[in-house]
């Protein structure tokens, strides 16, 4: 096992920590267990954390000396740690890699379990902050025992390959207007939120991406904080499975009946689909820390990795920081920061909904200043985009999606129009409609004098300046196609 190790392999993954400043920000003392090599590890790691090298045996000598070690570490045990740094050599590298990194995740867990069995001891827990000291718990567990390995230095920015956009790999939404917004699609660590009024659909929108995600090939994760699972499934069924949303609930119980039809879609799909998974966590009792736990599990239950996580949604989380703070600005920032991290760290691309204050409800254009308690949402995300609705597009089946906040393409400010099935639960991108440039209707509107005028007006009086749709490159496949 690689938490039992001799003395004498100690000092070789001493020297190799020590030369490796991404091992040695991650290392702590603690986890040598040979007392002499913990102290000289906890003395040179400053050194080199400082210096950003290993101190030499002549310098660790030195400083022993100085800093008054000398009755806890003689010359004659530095000698003979130092002897054993020639031996390195005669390891293979991956060797080294593969065992001092397992060595330092089960020394780390080791460590969290200790640091979480202290806090608990030394709490005082009631009725009251039961809930609250659990949340810790996990917290302490999940953030100590996840040790990254990958590497946390710096690059050349004058070397052209630390220019190539790798990690930037975009996969399609499925909907050409969005991945013409985000420059191709969703990218791995990026948070992208849609924000719409109460009872806008915001659920709606969130289930047929996660649907063209997994359409696409992607293995797709959607937790729902708000709906029940069945009526995600249910929705999301009609959806994929083309069966009439009123006819779902009896036609589910006919097993044959949907398997058949799952089997139907399967293989008429342009490729193979990928995972999708539906978790359930009831309102305000899911933290980032609880979805990230579920959701690692079933990556390794699946032995899959997700890519794209669709969270039904923020403003209905849980704040594992503030659990009992009434400040919303400070739990959506603390959330979204939170949901942000998970998917830099996990190398998922999450994509939200929230919720737009009381003047943004059916309203025909939404504002950054409709965003309200979730403001805090707009400093962190990638990407924001508005569903807007209002009874009269309600009537006539339509949305229109408004890019309000960008950090990859220009395409702000703009907004395509889409159809809605509401028997099947789907939204398709209206392909005979241009992309409309809002910033240009503006134009036109100051510059023909007419006040007061809406942008449903405007087509009467002005010609709009508008983005052809022909201009959508690099996605084949749309919504329509896929259903």
Not at 64 to 88: F, H, M, P, Q, W
Not at 192 to 214: D, E, P, R
Not at 234 to 255: A, L, T, V
Request: a negative charge; charged letters at 30%.
């Amino acid at each position: 096992m690689a938490g039992e190790i001799s003395a004498y392999q100690e000092q070789t993954f001493y020297h190799y920590i020590l030369e490796d400043q991404q091992l040695l920000s991650i290392t702590k003392p603690d986890f040598f267990t040979n007392k002499n090599i913990r102290l000289a590890y906890e003395i040179a790691r400053d050194f080199a954390l400082e210096y950003r090298e290993a101190p030499s045996k002549d310098q660790m000598t030195e400083i022993v000396r100085v800093k008054g070690y000398g009755g806890e570490l003689s010359e004659d045990v530095i000698i003979a740690l130092y002897n054993t740094k020639v031996i390195l050599d005669q390891y293979e590298k991956k060797w080294l890699e593969d065992n001092v990194g397992a060595w330092i995740k089960i020394r780390n867990a080791e460590y969290a379990m200790r640091k979480g069995l202290a806090y608990f001891k030394s709490s005082t827990i009631t009725a009251e902050n039961a809930a609250e000291v659990v949340e810790k718990l996990k917290n302490i567990m999940t953030t100590e025992i996840g040790v990254n390995l990958d590497p946390h230095i710096g690059v050349d920015f004058f070397d052209p390959e630390a220019h190539k956009q790798t990690r930037l790999a975009r996969t399609p939404s499925g909907y050409a207007y969005i991945d013409k917004c985000l420059a191709g699609g969703w990218w791995k660590g990026s948070l992208i939120a849609f924000l719409s009024g109460a009872k806008a659909g915001k659920s709606l929108w969130l289930q047929n991406l996660a649907a063209l995600s997994c359409q696409n090939g992607y293995n797709t994760a959607y937790i729902t904080c708000e709906l029940q699972l069945e009526i995600v499934n249910m929705r999301m069924g009609s959806n994929m499975f083309n069966i009439h949303i009123d006819e779902y609930p009896r036609k589910s119980e006919d097993s044959d009946f949907l398997r058949n039809r799952i089997n139907k879609m399967r293989s008429e799909s342009l490729k193979p689909l990928g995972e999708l998974r539906v978790f359930e966590f009831p309102s305000s009792t899911a933290s980032v820390t609880d979805m990230q736990t579920a959701l690692k599990a079933e990556e390794e239950r699946l032995g899959i990795k997700f890519e794209n996580v669709f969270v039904d949604y923020i403003n209905i989380m849980r704040n594992w920081r503030n659990p009992n703070s009434e400040n919303t600005y400070m739990k959506i920032k603390q959330i979204s920061e939170d949901l942000r991290a998970m998917a830099m760290i996990e190398n998922w691309a999450v994509i939200t909904v929230t919720q737009t204050n009381r003047d943004g409800w059916e309203n025909e254009d939404l504002r950054l200043v409709n965003i309200s308690e979730s403001a805090a949402l707009l400093h962190t995300v990638d990407a924001l985009f508005g569903i807007i609705t209002s009874p009269e597009l309600k009537a006539n089946k339509i949305y229109w999606l408004k890019y309000m906040a960008d950090r990859v393409s220009g395409m702000e400010n703009t907004r395509k129009k889409y159809n809605v099935e509401p028997h099947y639960m789907r939204i398709e991108e209206d392909r005979e409609s241009d992309i409309e440039d809002l910033d240009a209707i503006l134009k036109s509107l100051a510059a023909s004098k007419i006040p007061g005028k809406k942008y449903k007006d405007l087509n009467k009086e002005i010609k709009e300046e508008k983005i052809s749709q022909e201009e959508i490159t690099g996605n084949e496949i749309t919504g329509k196609e896929l259903f």
